[in-house]
Every structure is written in structure tokens, then in C-alpha cells.
């Protein structure tokens, strides 16, 4: 990220004047340290563990004081109860591919088809694509190569982007200039008698470029490893075989992305922040508090918990305080308002049961605003897709790259399943009315899974007109007369 470059002149303070950073939530990272730092909370968040004390102090959590000595309770970490933020990346995460992803040609005749093929099935899309999908809503971000080993197998490998870091041009942050991942791994050999050595932990550094890959074990460059890629375009420039995938850009800095369910984490902070107070105070029951009045005490071990007083005066007192639930009602009528609140504004919440009781065509402008949101996002991941392919095939066939070419489409199924009821009446009504051709209804029934797949769709409904055909001769032609017996 370059520094500040949308207003060089803005302040850095944050929203809350305290310059929280790298591990609130509230301000973009600037700093490898900050953004492992926003990686890790975003991990954090995806697996619902407990809220740092920092976030504590940048969200306002409620946290209990241990009144025996005056500092927070261990026990006063609030829980990520709420399952919002979890919810809305789950649903994205599923919409985004619906299934496995399938890639097709632009020309069905295209010679390069079978390489493209090769290089999709090598990459194994039916389990990575739910790997690809919840990265890309959990952490906003999904780097990603294509890479050639040593057997001529051509992939798609994707990364954690908490192992990455990028560069993009300074002009206009949209040319990917280099990708750099470090991680570790754990080595381990055998001895002479076969007998598996203690494992060694070591590092890997890899550099993608335009022009070369590099390759370092431990620090140590690995020239086996390592020299230029070969992918180049039609004028003889390097191509870089790599690409970062966003769910949407940040705000603050396009060259990074942030998760699909961003902007709920102050508002889902407050509403456990409330579900901590509850449980603070229901909590009291079980920790009444020792209260004596019109007495000075000397011996503080008085005040635990089933020792005995003795020796007050006659008009001193001893009771202990618990505390009032008549709050209690407040603060859980307000977290249901502050939930509402959320799922009115997030179109995904169309399938938690909110707005049950809004019309049909209300629901519907929901459907169609969580649809238009997968669809951009598919908008931009499918062509990056489609572009990593086409390079694995220029890897695995030693042909030219032509990034204008665009020769290849990724496809998944509709982002919301159909109304197969309402589309067949649709086709019906149509067919009827002869305004659409067999075969492009046919490819729409695919769609939906009526019409397997791996028929062709103009065949099949050359055969279904065949068909069509037949049985209306054998309806509307009279059966052959018979010649009249003789008794």
C-alpha cells in the first residue's frame, strides 16, 4: 500500500481518537505487522474465538471487575456469541461457485479445450472451490498461481494470504507486479534402517514476477528451483502467472480486499458486548456480596464467602447484596433491536427467516440485491479464473499468452436456486409462442439441472423435435382399416 494515497493530507487518528491499529478492526492496516495482525483477527473472527482485550478497548466491551481486587475478572472475556458475521460468510461463501465451478470455451471447437481441461482437473475444483470460497468471504483475499512441477503438471495453487504479501503499480494499483509467499514447512527423513528423523522446521520463500520465479530454502536461493517462467504475450513481455482475488476492494486501499461480511463488526461487538453485561449479572446470584452496616471491620477475610461475623454491635446489621434482574429486560430488548437492525440491512439474512412477514415483493428486491452482490463479486474471480487457466495451458503447451484473447469462461451454477416451476412455464409459454429455439431451452434446463450436462444441447433437442414428431403422427393418423371377417 502506498501511503495515504487517496488524501495525503487526512489525519491518521481513528474513528475513536485513540489510533487503535493492526488489531481492532477499525483502522486498514499500513505495515506487514499491521496486516498479519488484521489476518490473524480475521481468523479469529471465521472461528468465532474470543475478543482480544485490545478489542475490548477498541469496541467499548463490557468487561467485569473482580471487586475483591479492584481489576478485571479472568473470566470477563467476552465471547463471540453472536453468530451474525459468521453467518453472512457462510452464505456468500456458498454462493459464490453453488456447487463446482465448470469452465467452457468461447468456440466449442477451440484445439485448446483439452489442455484447459487437463489443467482444470489437475487443480481438482470440486474440493478446491469450497477452500477458494471461504478464504475469499472469510479473509477478503484469495492469492493464487498457476504452477508448473516437475512432472509437466500444470495447477492453479492457491495461498493464505497471511503468507503473502504484493505489489501492484503505483499509477494505478490494478497491474499485479509480484508475489511474494513465505511459509513454513516440516521436513523429516530417514535413517538407513527406514526409521522416520526428528522433523525440521524450514522455510519457504517464493517470488513470482513478471519474468522469473524464485525460489529460497532457509534463506539459501535455490537456482534448481528458480529462473524466468516463459509465459509472455504477443509483443514479448513477461506475464506474471498469479493474480490476488478480492471480495470487494478496501475502502482504503484497492490493492487489498476486505470480507464479505465488513462493516458488522462494531455493531455485533456491541450486541456481545450486552450479552457479557447479562452474564456478569446473572453471575452476581452465585457471588452474593457480604454488605455490614453500622460496624468497622478489621479482619477481611470476614467478607468470603461462608465465614461467620461475630461480635457486632446490637444495632449493626450483616445481609448480603444481590443484585436487581429488572435490567435485564432492557438490555435483551435492545440486542434483539440492534440484531434486527443488522439483518434488515444484509440481503443474506433473506435465508434466516427475517422479513417473514414482508411481502413478496420485498423479498424479492432482497433476493435480487444478494444476487447482484455474488454476481459482481463472481464478476471478478471467474475472469481471474479463466486467465490462470488459459496461462496453465501456455505452460503445459509452450504457446503464447494473448491476454485479449479471452478465449475461456468459468461458469457455476445461478447464485439463488431457480423457481423450476416458473421457469417451465416461462419455456412452455415461449414454446408456444415460437419466440425461442429448442436448443437455447435446452441449454436453460441444464442449467437448473433438468438436462444433464453432458448431452449437447442442440442434438438433444434435434432429438426431442424427432420424438416431438413421431408421437404427434401416431396420434393424428387413423388407424389402418381392417378387412371385414367371414364367418
Not at 454462493?95 to 489442455?115: H, K, N, T, V
Not at 492469492?143 to 500444470?154: I, T
Not at 523429516?188 to 526428528?198: C, H, L, N, S, Y
Not at 427475517?354 to 447482484?372: D, M, N, P, T
Request: glycine share 6%.
Amino acid at each position: 500500500m502506498f501511503d495515504r494515497w487517496f488524501n495525503p493530507a487526512a489525519p491518521r487518528a481513528s474513528i475513536t481518537g485513540r489510533n487503535e491499529r493492526g488489531n481492532s478492526g477499525l483502522t486498514p492496516p499500513e505495515t506487514p505487522e499491521e496486516w498479519a495482525s488484521e489476518y490473524e483477527r480475521r481468523r479469529r473472527v471465521a472461528y468465532g474465538e474470543p475478543y482480544t482485550i485490545g478489542e475490548h478497548i477498541s469496541f467499548q466491551i463490557f468487561r467485569a471487575i473482580d471487586d475483591s481486587t479492584a481489576e478485571y475478572s479472568p473470566q470477563s472475556i467476552a465471547l463471540r456469541e453472536d453468530d451474525s458475521i459468521r453467518f453472512v460468510q457462510r452464505v456468500n461463501a456458498s454462493a459464490l461457485f453453488r456447487g463446482e465451478p465448470s469452465i467452457q470455451a468461447a468456440d466449442e471447437d477451440d484445439p485448446r479445450m483439452d489442455a484447459a481441461e487437463k489443467v482444470w482437473m489437475d487443480t481438482k475444483p470440486k474440493k478446491q472451490s469450497k477452500v477458494w470460497a471461504d478464504m475469499i468471504s472469510s479473509q477478503g483475499e484469495l492469492p493464487m498461481e498457476a504452477v508448473r512441477f516437475a512432472d509437466d503438471v500444470v495447477r492453479l495453487v492457491a495461498y493464505d494470504p497471511s503468507m503473502c504479501t504484493w505489489t501492484y503499480d503505483a499509477e494505478t494499483s490494478s497491474i499485479l507486479l509480484s508475489l511474494e509467499v513465505v511459509a513454513p514447512y516440516l521436513e523429516q527423513e530417514t535413517d538407513a534402517r527406514g526409521e522416520v528423523q526428528p522433523g525440521v522446521m524450514r522455510q519457504y520463500k517464493r517470488v513470482v514476477t513478471a519474468e522469473r520465479i524464485d525460489v529460497w530454502i532457509d534463506g539459501d536461493h535455490d537456482l534448481e528451483k528458480s529462473g524466468e517462467h516463459g509465459i509472455k504475450d504477443g509483443q514479448g513481455k513477461g506475464v506474471i502467472p498469479a493474480s490476488v482475488m478480492l471480495w470487494q476492494p478496501m475502502p482504503a486501499d484497492p490493492t487489498h480486499g476486505v470480507p464479505s461480511s465488513h462493516g458488522m463488526d462494531a455493531a455485533v461487538a456491541r450486541i456481545d458486548s450486552m450479552s457479557a453485561q447479562m452474564d456478569a449479572v446473572s453471575k452476581r446470584y452465585a457471588n452474593p456480596y457480604p454488605v455490614i452496616k453500622g460496624a468497622k471491620v478489621t479482619d477481611p477475610n470476614v467478607f468470603k464467602f461462608g465465614r461467620l461475623a461475630s461480635g457486632l454491635p446490637v444495632d449493626a446489621s450483616m445481609e448480603y447484596l444481590e443484585p436487581t434482574m429488572t435490567g435485564l429486560r432492557e438490555i435483551r430488548e435492545e440486542k434483539q433491536n440492534k440484531r434486527t437492525a443488522i439483518q434488515d440491512t444484509r440481503p443474506e439474512f433473506i435465508f434466516h427467516g427475517a422479513g417473514a412477514g414482508a411481502s413478496g415483493e420485498a423479498l424479492k428486491v432482497r433476493a435480487a440485491q444478494f444476487e447482484g452482490q455474488v454476481s459482481e463479486v463472481r464478476g471478478t474471480v471467474f475472469s481471474e479464473l479463466a486467465r490462470l487457466v488459459e496461462i496453465g495451458v501456455a505452460y503445459a503447451t509452450g504457446a503464447t499468452y494473448d491476454p485479449a484473447d479471452n478465449w475461456l469462461v468459468v461458469d457455476a451454477p445461478p447464485v439463488l436456486p431457480p423457481d423450476i416451476a416458473a421457469l417451465l412455464e416461462t419455456y412452455a409459454a415461449a414454446d408456444t409462442l415460437k419466440i425461442i429455439k429448442r436448443a437455447d431451452m435446452v441449454a436453460g434446463l441444464q442449467q437448473v439441472g433438468l438436462v444433464p450436462n453432458d448431452v449437447d444441447a442442440a442434438e438433444y433437442a434435434a432429438e426431442l423435435e424427432d420424438a416431438t414428431g413421431l408421437r404427434a403422427a401416431g396420434f393424428f393418423t387413423p388407424p389402418a382399416e381392417t378387412p371385414p371377417t367371414t364367418a
